[in-house]
């Protein structure tokens, strides 16, 4: 049965996905989560100078490609976000609105904008992976291309195949990663399941890693139903064989990892969830505080609430040696270090309860939020039973 084993014995890996802009956690992020997702865009010339591409203007603080590079100093393992879905919106390499997209070496090596008629030339498959590969120098693995899948019969997830067959091709002796981002109707109403047969059919053995993203899911975390078929999705793909990344579902993850999921990537602001479009659309803040979440209940809260019901003594105190999240001086990076070593510790845990004694310990919690996953979980296992016995 899908997660059954509470003895698993590896721990499940935790990313955080970096901020443009953004040092804070680096130099002690192992002590918080187990490596880092760098975005392609921010691992880009920032513009276009008398001499070349710059790398960054004068004084700024550390990002882009120097970001990277320091990542790589202090030895942090770490993937590249590749984000070829967003090729698919740029208008061509003057695109002023997705312009560190349109300067990533990918975008660059290619002829824009990408469409799934282009690439069903095998030379600009080819220009495409070799692109990617060459980005992905001394991340933890090669993701292959990929793009945003809506139905089975969507040109894209065709063309998301041929790009992983291109790269495995690329790189015969190695390991290459998929990435699999789905629209959120798509994937929760169980068709979707069908692709991990799909994908094992075609690459198992040669990629065991997946990264699971499906859009827009913070949309939907207070619905049991949606909730449970995205776990059969999990599932589905770890019954056949790949480590499950999942990506995009914050506090939720926990949850995700008592189904078996070998990892997750979790973020901030607006890299908590995963928007549907490239183009921003107003509905994410870079400015909004961070919340603290709650240890042994994932929930979120106000700093200030949290704080004051902490010295109350109505919510329990982080565990991790040294968190400031909630002391008066602290900081949004020492919430941001909070949140993903609580999330680190949480995924960790519910990976060893296993699915059965994870939804117990939910529902012991007294959330209605918590009753809401457990229900979501215990009904995500026994489809899964169900699908194995069928």
Sequence with gaps: ????????????????????????????????????????????????????????????????????????????????????WRLTELEGDDDNELKRTARTHIARSIDLPVTHAKLGNPAEIDALCRAAIESQANTEQVIAPYFTVRSHTDPWLDASLRCLLATLELLPDQQVAAWVRLHREFALNGAAELLAKRYSAGFGGRCTTLVLTVVEMNEVMQDEEALAGYLRLVGAFIAEGFDVIVDGVGEFSPVAHAMGAAGSISGTRIYRSSRLNARHDGGHRRSAHLKYLVPGRLERMPVVDARRRSQAGSIPPCGHTGCRALLADATEADVRRHNAHLLTYEGRQAYRLGPGRFAERLRREGLTQSRRWAQALDDAVDAGAARADA
């Design 1 to 84: 049965m899908v997660g059954s084993d509470p003895t698993r014995g590896r721990n499940p890996q935790h990313y955080i996905r970096l901020e443009y802009n953004e040092l804070p956690t680096l130099a002690d992020v192992g002590q918080h989560a187990d490596g880092v997702i760098i975005c392609a865009q921010f691992d880009a010339p920032h513009w276009d100078g008398p001499d070349g591409p710059q790398l960054a203007l004068p004084g700024a603080p550390l990002r882009g490609f120097e970001l990277r590079h320091e990542v790589e100093r202090l030895s942090i393992p770490y993937f590249l976000e590749i984000e070829t």
